[in-house]
């Protein structure tokens, strides 16, 4: 959606209010979420309507009055134009996502990110999702390949959400979600020694779950994603520094990198960055 508000907001605002406008928002369902600076708050329901009134699907627009934070990593919301609800239907590469912005976390800046990693997935594979939100990683590998997923997430609405995408696209014999912290249900023997691959996918504290997720590993070896938050001046210096962190962090393994990209922006010099990478055990 890069430069698209602008665009619709062209002969609605003033030159230098357009200036401000961030160019971008998020579109999940018929909501539509956008981000907008403290001058022109005064400004937000015009701005609302402008987005109801030319989008057609659009039923619901959100401003983000804070960022994602917290356990949960969910964000501050206030309707500033059409109907003040936040279930909505989400569909992505054929598969379809019941999703509340308000109580659960979802982004679909990481479509592309999820279709990369189900790429990677073979058939038969057994995967562990930690921090699987509303089931959207497990819900598109599981559609695209006869594997098992464990869903893991402490946040009671998105393990509900999951259980029910995983029924909505008709995978509930192959997604199986646990309400709990990951740390403590990984630490069962059930999974000791089990799984294949191992999706890590929350950068603010997946450093805590390395040497757990290891332990789940089958003793053949098996696959990490794991997310980072790189902070750096350059793009150019992005993957390096991330790779850099990574050595640093599985030191006492035996480790191989096979890929590292960065997956989005975050803030001004802050990205998200994933690494794929191989464990021997």
Do not use: W
Not at 119 to 134: D, H
Not at 240 to 246: D, F, K, V
């Amino acid at each position: 959606m890069s430069k698209f508000l602008k665009k619709l907001l062209k002969g609605v605002l003033a030159d230098e209010d357009l200036e401000k406008v961030y160019s971008s928002f998020d579109m999940i369902g018929d909501i539509a979420i956008i981000k907008i600076p403290d001058s022109l708050l005064t400004k937000k329901n015009v701005i609302g309507e402008v987005i109801l009134d030319s989008i057609k699907n659009i039923k619901s627009v959100f401003v983000q009055k804070s960022s994602i934070s917290g356990e949960y990593r969910l964000r501050g919301l206030e309707v500033i134009a059409g109907d003040e609800k936040y279930v909505t239907f989400y569909r992505e590469y054929g598969c379809k996502f019941l999703v509340n912005v308000a109580t659960s976390y979802f982004s679909p800046r990481l479509s592309t990110e999820r279709l990369r990693i189900s790429n990677l997935v073979s058939p038969g594979e057994i995967v562990v999702n930690m921090f699987a939100g509303v089931g959207t990683f497990s819900v598109i590998m599981a559609k695209k390949h006869q594997i098992k997923v464990y869903n893991i997430d402490s946040n009671l609405d998105a393990y509900i959400l999951s259980i029910m995408n995983s029924k909505l696209n008709k995978l509930s014999d192959r997604i199986f979600s646990i309400h709990g912290d990951s740390q403590q249900v990984l630490h069962s023997n059930t999974f000791k020694d089990r799984i294949d691959r191992v999706l890590l996918p929350l950068p603010e504290r997946a450093h805590e779950f390395v040497d757990i997720s290891i332990d789940c590993l089958k003793p053949s070896g098996g696959h990490l994603h794991f997310f980072s938050h790189i902070k750096s001046d350059t793009k150019a210096q992005v993957v390096p520094t991330s790779e850099a962190h990574i050595v640093n962090l599985f030191s006492k393994y035996d480790f191989e990198i096979e890929h590292t990209q960065i997956v989005r922006d975050v803030a001004p010099r802050l990205y998200q960055t994933v690494t794929d990478l191989f464990i021997s055990k």
